[in-house]
């Protein structure tokens, strides 16, 4: 099975339980704080592939939920620059395999990078279960 490099929010609920399933398919999870990982355009910019601007961002993070930043109107370099300002704008978890890189945890593409048959679960493993004005999962 694979090391699977986890860049995520320490206490976000769906991060443990995406660490979770991928411990029960047999990978080794190696867990690293989003947050505060010293992050580069360059590299970040690497995880999301092909995946729309939009794509790019967590949707739970206050300002996206509160209409202040609009993902599908910003450029790359835009959407980078206010990223590495406030590193909870972006889509978590970001996972590493080897030179393989992925942002998110849809399930689908996780078992078809990876693994999953195992330990599949039919839970929205990306949307923030929590209401806004609940701060222990990280929303300030």
């Known amino acids: 099975m694979a090391t699977v490099y986890f860049y995520e929010k320490p206490g976000c609920i769906n991060n443990t339980r995406q660490k979770k399933l991928l411990a029960e398919a047999g990978h ?4 690293l704080n989003l947050l505060t990982e010293p992050w580069q355009a360059e590299r970040l910019r690497a995880f999301f592939g092909e995946l729309a601007v ?3 961002f967590n949707v739970s993070a206050p300002a996206i939920k509160q209409g202040e930043i609009d993902p599908g109107k910003l450029t790359e370099q835009q959407a980078l620059t206010l990223m590495l300002e406030n590193p909870l704008l972006i889509r978590r978890p970001l996972m590493q395999v080897g030179n393989s890189l992925m942002a998110g945890f849809d399930q689908q593409a996780v078992d078809s990078w ?4 195992a330990a599949e679960s039919d839970q929205d493993l990306e949307s923030c279960p929590r209401p806004l004005a609940q ?3 990280g929303h300030e």
């Open 28 to 31: 080794q999870v190696v867990a």
């Open 54 to 56: 939009r794509d790019w």
């Open 114 to 117: 990876i693994g999953l048959k």
């Open 135 to 137: 701060a222990s999962c």
